[in-house]
């Protein structure tokens, strides 16, 4: 297997890496930097688990090849602030019950949030529509990502 | 597999002429590395346009909107060059899958992995569009329409390459709609889609028609007899209606013999009526004939 030399930022480091040709990002994040925040469901684009944000934007990182990402800006789960307003926000309000979604939910609201910090509901809901969760059938997730818009705008949240 | 990443499309298409069908243009990689990953497809090398600047982006020509083929759904969605008359075309792009889906996958990779279910298609052929073709040392153009010769082939040659989809830019008096059945993620039988290029005179006469359906045949197509039908005559309740039950024959007769003619033939007349009514509504303005 030839190996292909890429350069990533990840969470605001610099890497310079050696990658399999056909290696995933969601292998690279993984396996190879241990940053295993980022969840793997289905591997086919369709659960959002793997969400991390790429040159601004979120994407599914099981379908992204590591060569790809070369040259790019990564933010995965494990570059959000521990004391972040939506994290917090989503543990407020029960919106997490196992988990597994939570990575790619938080990085789904932080890239509508970073846009608009007005969202509707309906705005919130298409921009969690990559994301599936199974556990706590979503209302809990959008009342989350409203109170943290409203933390952000400098209301109280509630 | 060897993984490429050109620096612009010059190294592309040498890449392309020395390994011919063996290198595979990898763009958003949302069909692409599915399919790797089963195993439908094995390519010996994987050359990397998804953030090649040369084939990204929209552009406003003297005659015609250009689209490069690395171009994502979120970019057409958000691009303002897109005026209100080609709503439908961004209804698409909306349509597709996820935000996270529309933020890599691509309009040439749409065309190029040729599923009936490609949403932007049909908004494309309604468009008429023209794709530029090149490998190294050589460029053509051919129809949208006359691309497609199988489910999931188009007509590329092992050293060609998409690089480039083009359209007129709608005048005042046309407008392109587009309507899709179904939610998202629903069954692939559900996602059946519209679109409707439309262009009428002050007296609703109908200058010119052009409609396509996706998610019908083995590709998305043209609907040249609904076409023809309808091209001259003044729009009304009566036309539409005449134009959705031959619609339904037409279709019907198209898929005979399989299971899913009967219920696809009937919702292709709805769903058809509303790309129609988007159409008009953006040449017109206003919609006198919505009634249901
Ligand atoms: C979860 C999920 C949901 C989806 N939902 C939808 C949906 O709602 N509607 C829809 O239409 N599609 C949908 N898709 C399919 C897919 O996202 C689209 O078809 C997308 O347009 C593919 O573009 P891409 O850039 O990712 O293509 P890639 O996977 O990179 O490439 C696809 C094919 O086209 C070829 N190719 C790409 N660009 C070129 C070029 N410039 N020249 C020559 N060949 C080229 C590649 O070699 C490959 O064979 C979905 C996919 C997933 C995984
Ligand atoms: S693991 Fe990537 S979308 Fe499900
Ligand atoms: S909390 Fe379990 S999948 Fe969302």
């Known amino acids: 297997m030839i190996l292909k030399k890429i350069e990533v930022n990840i969470n605001g480091r610099d890497y310079c890496l050696d ?55 990564i933010i995965t789960i494990e570059g959000i602030e521990e004391d972040d307003v939506i994290k917090n926000s989503f543990i407020e309000e029960g919106a997490v019950q196992c988990g597994f979604c939570t990575p790619g939910m938080v990085l789904a609201a932080k890239s509508l949030l970073d846009k608009n910090l007005n969202p509707t509901e309906e705005e919130i809901r298409e921009a969690i529509s990559g994301n599936l969760c199974r556990c706590t059938g979503y209302n809990k997730i959008v009342s989350a990502v409203k109170k943290a818009a409203k933390l952000k705008r400098g209301g109280d949240g509630e | 597999m060897e993984a490429i990443k050109p620096k612009n499309l010059e190294e592309v298409l040498e890449y392309k002429s020395k390994y011919k069908g063996d290198a595979k243009i990898i763009a958003g990689g949302t069909d692409l590395i599915i399919k ?23 552009r406003e020509t003297l005659e015609y909107i250009e689209i490069g083929p690395a171009t994502t759904f979120t970019e057409i969605c958000e691009c303002i060059l897109l005026n209100k008359n080609l709503k439908g075309l961004k209804d698409a792009a909306r349509s597709v899958g996820s935000p996270q889906i529309r933020n890599r996958g691509t309009v040439g990779g749409n065309i190029c992995n040729a599923s009936p279910a490609a949403d ?36 590329l040659e092992g050293d060609e390459i998409l690089t480039k989809i083009k359209f007129k830019n709608p005048l005042k008096n046309q407008g392109l709609g587009f309507y899709k059945l179904g939610l998202r ?84 007349k709805g769903v058809f009526k509303k790309a129609l009514l988007n159409a008009l509504y953006l040449c017109k303005g206003v919609n006198d004939f919505e009634k249901n």
């Open chain 1, 19 to 73: 990658v399999e040709e056909n290696l995933r990002l969601i292998d690279l994040l993984r396996d190879k930097l241990k940053l295993t925040g980022t969840k793997e469901g289905c591997g086919e684009g369709e659960c959002g688990a793997c969400t991390v944000i790429m040159g601004g934007k979120i994407v599914n990182s099981c379908l992204v090849l590591a060569f790809q990402a070369d040259k790019s800006r």
């Open chain 2, 36 to 58: 790797i990953r089963k195993g439908e497809e094995n390519p010996k090398a994987l050359i990397d346009i998804s953030s090649l600047n040369e084939l990204k982006g929209i």
């Open chain 2, 120 to 155: 932007t298609v049909p908004p494309l052929l309604a468009l008429d569009s023209i794709l530029v073709i090149e490998g190294k040392g050589k460029k053509r153009e051919i129809y949208l329409k006359d691309f497609f010769k199988d489910k999931g082939r188009g007509e």
């Open chain 2, 185 to 268: 993620k629903a069954l692939a039988i559900s996602r059946l889609s519209f679109a409707v290029f439309l262009e009428i005179d002050e007296m609703n006469r109908i200058e010119i028609v052009r409609i396509a359906s996706g998610a019908i045949g083995k590709f998305p197509m043209r609907e040249l007899e609904v076409e023809e039908y309808l091209t001259g005559r003044i729009i009304n309740e009566n036309t539409i209606e005449e134009a959705e039950t031959l619609l339904e024959r037409v279709i019907f007769e198209r898929l005979k013999g399989r299971q899913t003619a009967k219920f696809k033939s009937i919702a292709a």
